[in-house]
């Protein structure tokens, strides 16, 4: 089970994380989500150079990184503790992240059933949206 950890300084003080040693996500994020008042979950990160492809804009794939990484956390409260994987990822790009800027994502599930969950959203920084996307989760149920 990969344990969850509370970022206790910084920018991201009080938002959480997983404890990921070596993982791809770790390598390419680090990425933090925390829900928002009305209990959806934002996801958030702040652009690095590493993130940037030969434009100086934010790389197409790690945005695509970023919305599978955000869809997973907004179905969180419907995987019920189960594993799962990324059937599909449909994406449009709109615009593109500079160094230095806010990166965060919202979404919603919009059908969930025993082993498909249906999500949307949407990827912004400050009033620009970069990247609107919508996936589909196979969750796993738990073996005995």
């Known amino acids: 089970m990969v344990a969850k950890v509370t970022v206790s300084e910084g920018e991201f003080a009080g938002w959480q994380m997983y404890d990921l040693h070596g993982t791809f996500d770790q390598v390419v994020g680090p990425f933090y989500f925390r829900p ?41 409260q419907e995987m019920e503790g189960a594993s799962g994987v990324t059937v599909s990822l449909d994406s449009t790009f709109i615009d593109g992240a500079y160094v230095g800027e806010l990166v965060e994502a919202t979404g919603e599930v919009v059908r969930a059933g025993k082993s498909l969950i249906f999500v949307r959203g949407q990827i912004c920084t400050g009033a620009r949206i970069l990247m609107t996307y919508s996936g589909v989760i196979r969750k796993f149920q738990p073996r005995d």
């Open 36 to 76: 928002d008042p009305d209990g959806r979950m934002r996801c958030a990160f702040r652009a690095e150079p590493k993130h940037m492809n030969a434009g100086d804009r934010m790389h197409g794939g790690c945005l695509m990184t970023f919305a599978d990484i955000a869809m997973f956390q907004t179905a969180y």
